[in-house]
């Protein structure tokens, strides 16, 4: 019986199975840092204990059984809280797939149950790896897989941020070792049965020392810097010495755990929402900085199981007045998520679709998932039997993607006096948790945020100091296309401060989450959309549509006893911020923003720029032209710049004023920033951490004019810091000062 059961014990078989082992693991270390996949410890045991009952059992029929019974053993394991010896949750699995089966031929994917699709991917894995373990182990054909890993690892490594140096030298050596066993097995069935077989262990130390002597040396001798430049680069155009690596779609995710890199807008439609209030819509926020992306810390949830009569109440902020919003959303087929988006802060959630629908809510996050109706589930105590335990309902742990709902929210309107009253004594668990920074982040971080920060006195200063110094400052651009990923050791927001200086939302949202917590500040990263396009107007309803263009990241910074408040770093985007000034009887009176340094035009469109797609180069060709054309075309371009060089100066007010002044359409901030850089470049320019104000009063001009330049900005900070444009009256009255302001500087 025993004999009939289990095949003869072969030494050189088992070794090949561990090499086999070693080389699928580098197939699979990849998802750890390519995917959300957290952990490998189940596909280990799964593809471990196929490899095993492969090679001890006779019966594939009895081997087959027993991988099904151990990939619904894992899947119990990771998914299921019902007792392992209950068959109510194998009823369950039944009911699954009978409803997911027809979904999977219909290529529904996404419609189908988590555990659906766990199951079958177990199973999937499974008879891959019995595939593999019957050719390379039983029919020696191992030289094949050994170039498919390799090739699959040098695909990472060259076109996805996947470091696989290690990964290819070790599975160098796991394959040069499998083919030398599955040689010598072959070798060893040729061998005479009866006394005269061959110690073919011995002939394995010669293959084992020439593999380490050969990757030793390579791994330890010197190595020249590549001598043909970069084939991505150059077929992606980019020739610059920091390779822009791999191109993403835009759109939201979770995966924020690596940020960086290019990426192609997507104009696909997400939801439209019908409300009286442009807003963001918020989804997630994550606390924990790496380095090279946030990822979140330690999390209390709390499980909603009627979401329409649940009471929501001061989750994010509290103490402030505040404006109701109220939202239908309905999203398109092709992207839903199983994430509530809200403005603000949630105060109700009702009408949605699926009805059945219960939520999960981060109470850390401020995330509030949707999950497919509600389950039974016995809590079982230490000591107690199987099957024995207290029984409870809680939401399902199969997620739920909504098709409809609608919601009210409120967004806060900040008193000025009482954020600047706030002070900086935080609780000890905000300060634990939301000032955390990795030991790696290089100094020069925290002294950048000291220097910007350096005239600011309240925390609410630092915000704002910190807030201009990226949006407006004019050091920093917003690109999409011509960003690079992060190199080996590079700290994300260290790269994006000092060496390259362009990038999108991510990139300004982290420095100023970082730059505040270097000084103190506790700050966090939240993601969710910008407000949209508004497509039509309804009376008091706006018809916002929102597309995966419109996924954005920002900041919220903690202030004592009113909790967490918006703020917007990145130079393209409308900040979600609504100040009340009531510092004195002023209707608009200015704010203190320490370190604001002469500002650039910027377009405050709150959709991310679409022109920005066009930027991109093409790759490097020969012209064709002789040496004599090009030394003429040189000597032209270069008298062309001495000239506009010495002319320079004609020519920038010349631009500014024809900006001024070709275009009635143009928006009020934009027309004030082009006027304050004519009268920087025609009288004398702002000095570091002068306010607006301070500048106009300062200008040697005339009493009219000076009063006309006061007016006109106290116009722009209306627009910049209340969050809305000109209209009526005070448009009109402002676009005719502003233009005889231009007449009066032309040149």
């Not at 025993?2 to 050189?12: C, D, I, N, Q, V």
């Not at 009823?91 to 797939?97: G, M, N, S």
């Not at 002789?626 to 371009?637: K, N, P, Q, R, T």
């Not at 010349?654 to 006027?675: G, I, V």
Request: hydrophobic share 40%.
């Amino acid at each position: 019986m025993h004999g009939r059961l289990l095949r003869p014990f072969k030494w050189l078989d088992w070794l090949g199975a561990a090499f086999l082992f070693f080389l699928i693991r580098e197939w699979l270390l990849p998802l750890l840092r390519l995917t959300d996949t957290g952990d490998l410890l189940a596909f280990y045991y799964l593809i471990g204990g196929v490899l095993l009952l492969d090679l001890a059992l006779r019966s594939r029929w009895l081997g087959a059984f027993l991988k099904l019974v151990g990939a619904l053993y894992l899947l119990h394991f990771n998914y299921i809280q019902t007792p392992l010896f209950s068959k109510d949750w194998l009823l369950e699995i039944f009911v699954r797939l009978q409803r997911d089966i027809p979904l999977a031929m219909m290529q529904h994917w996404t419609e189908m149950s988590l555990i659906t699709r766990n199951l079958l991917f177990y199973l999937m894995i499974a008879a891959i790896v019995s595939l593999l373990s019957y050719l390379v182990i039983e029919q020696r054909q191992a030289l094949w897989f050994v170039i498919m890993t390799e090739t699959y690892l040098a695909t990472l490594d060259t076109f996805l941020p996947y470091e696989a140096d290690g990964a290819i030298i070790r599975a160098l050596i796991a394959g040069f070792l499998l083919l030398a066993v599955t040689h010598f097995s072959s070798m060893q069935q040729l061998a005479p049965a009866k006394g005269k077989s061959l110690r073919f262990w011995k002939t394995l130390i010669a293959p084992i020392m020439i593999i380490a002597l050969a990757v030793g040396v390579a791994y330890a001798g010197p190595k020249h810097d590549p001598e043909w430049p970069d084939p991505i680069s150059y077929f992606t155009g980019n020739g610059s010495e920091v390779g822009t690596g791999y191109v993403k779609r835009v759109g939201f995710d979770n995966s924020d755990e690596l940020l960086g890199g290019p990426f192609v807008q997507d104009n696909g439609l997400v939801f439209t929402a019908t409300t009286n209030e442009k807003t963001y819509w918020r989804a997630d926020s994550k606390d924990v900085y790496s380095g090279v992306g946030w990822q979140k810390g330690e999390r209390t949830y709390e499980d909603i199981l009627n979401p329409a009569t649940h009471t929501w109440k001061d989750q994010l902020f509290k103490g402030f007045e505040t404006k109701k919003v109220e939202a239908s959303l309905q999203f398109s087929p092709e992207t839903r998520y199983p994430t509530i988006f809200y403005p603000g802060q949630l105060t109700g959630v009702k009408n949605y679709k699926p009805a059945n629908a219960t939520f999960v809510y981060d109470k850390d996050n401020e995330q509030v998932e949707v999950r497919a109706g509600q389950i039974n589930v016995v809590t079982q105590k230490e000591g107690q039997p199987p099957g024995v335990g207290d029984p409870k309902i809680v939401p399902n742990t199969i997620l739920m993607k909504m098709n409809h709902y609608d919601l009210t929210a409120e967004v806060p309107i900040i008193s000025e006096k009482k954020i600047l009253a706030s002070g900086s004594n935080y609780p000890a668990a905000i300060k634990e948790k939301y000032l955390q920074l990795p030991k790696e982040l290089p100094q020069r971080v925290k002294e950048l945020a000291e220097k910007v920060t350096a005239n600011a006195k309240t925390p609410y200063e630092k915000v704002r100091a910190v807030e201009n110094f990226l949006r407006t400052g004019g050091e920093y651009s917003y690109e999409t296309t011509d960003v690079p990923i992060l190199q080996q050791g590079q700290d994300f927001v260290d790269q994006f401060l000092f060496v390259t200086k362009r990038g999108y939302c991510d990139h300004f949202s982290s420095s100023m989450a970082v730059m505040l917590r270097t000084v103190g500040i506790p700050t966090r990263w939240v993601k969710g959309f910008a407000p949209g396009t508004e497509t039509q107007t309804r009376g008091d309803q706006k018809v916002m549509q929102i597309r995966n263009k419109d996924a954005h990241s920002w900041v919220e910074v903690y202030f004592p006893d009113y909790g967490w408040i918006p703020f917007e770093a990145t130079s393209s985007f409308i900040s979600p911020l609504r100040v009340q000034y009531d510092l004195s009887n002023q209707p608009a009176a200015q704010p203190i923003v320490p370190g604001i340094t002469p500002q650039k035009p910027r377009d405050l469109n709150p959709d991310r720029l679409d022109e920005r797609d066009a930027q991109t180069g093409g790759a490097k060709k020969n012209s064709g032209l002789s040496w004599g054309a090009l030394l003429g075309i040189v000597v032209v371009v270069a008298i062309a710049g001495f000239v506009f060089w010495k002319k320079r100066d004609a020519l920038y007010i010349w631009w500014l004023h024809r900006r001024m002044t070709s275009s009635a359409t143009q928006r009020f901030p934009d027309k004030y920033n082009a006027l304050i850089r004519l009268y920087e470049r025609i009288f004398t320019r702002r000095k570091e951490g002068e306010t607006l104000r301070e500048y106009v009063k300062r200008l040697e001009v005339s009493g009219d004019r000076r009063q006309d330049l006061l007016y006109v900005t106290q116009l722009f900070e209306r627009v910049l810091y209340g969050f809305k444009e000109l209209e009526g009256k005070a448009k009109e009255t402002g676009d005719k000062i502003m233009e005889r302001l231009t007449n009066q500087l032309k040149p």
